[in-house]
Every structure is written in structure tokens, then in C-alpha cells.
């Protein structure tokens, strides 16, 4: 299995179960969205408390060439902010944009492209 190219990644979301993964996808899809669905990663223990683990399954989708880390917490005990400072860690990004509601995520989607064009002249009709 290669390496995740974490570094790249636009947005994450934090996902609390596979439902959550399939209806954004069922979204994007009725939007006619170009979607490449990441299908394999690792788990990820990303520390402990109380002897217990804190762990994730990250996966990296493509939206319409927006890389958007998509993390599922897989563990009993789960804390947000160390799994926050993770995904800041190996993204190299401190102040990347974490939605921790999913359902905001296609306007998080259209805000980077919408920065992605924005400096683009437009050519009167």
C-alpha cells in the first residue's frame, strides 16, 4: 500500500460513520460532481487516554480536484481535538479547515474553488 499524500489535502471533515461517507457521496453524485472515492487506508491510532486508543480511518477523496481528508473515528473512546491536532500534524496545515459537520461540506468544497478562480480574469460576452 503506498503512502497518503496527507500534505495535499484542501479540507477535512470529520466523519462519524460510513453512513455519513455514503450520503455526502449519494450528494455529490445527484450534483453531478466528479467524485474519486479513496477505497483503502490505514488505521490510525493517534494516541491514548487512560491506556485506551484514540483511532481513525483517514481516507482522501476527490471532489471536483478538491482533496478533502474525510476521518471516521473507529475507536470506543473518542476525542476530536487530538484527532484535530492530527490531522493538522500531517498536514503540515495549522490552520487547515476541519468541518465537523458534514453536511457543510459541499460550501467548504466551493469555497476552495471558488479561491481557486477568483484571481482568474473573466472575459466579457
Not at 2 to 26: G, N, P
Not at 34 to 57: E, H, W, Y
Request: charged share 25%; net charge negative; with cysteine.
Amino acid at each position: 500500500m503506498s503512502e497518503k499524500d496527507y500534505k495535499s489535502v484542501d479540507i477535512a471533515v470529520q466523519i462519524s460513520s460510513s453512513m455519513e461517507t455514503m450520503a455526502l457521496y449519494k450528494e455529490f453524485t445527484d450534483l453531478k460532481l466528479k467524485f474519486t472515492q479513496d477505497r483503502s487506508g490505514p488505521l490510525v491510532t493517534v494516541g491514548n487516554i487512560n491506556d485506551r486508543p484514540i483511532c481513525i480511518a483517514p481516507l482522501i477523496h476527490v471532489i471536483e480536484g478538491v482533496r478533502v481528508l474525510y476521518v471516521e473515528a473507529t475507536s470506543v473512546l473518542v476525542d476530536w481535538e487530538m484527532i484535530d491536532n492530527w490531522i493538522r500534524e500531517v498536514t503540515g496545515k495549522p490552520d487547515i479547515k476541519i468541518q465537523n459537520s458534514p453536511i457543510n461540506l459541499p460550501g467548504d468544497i466551493n469555497s476552495v474553488l471558488w479561491n481557486r478562480t477568483k484571481d482568474v480574469p473573466s472575459t466579457p460576452l
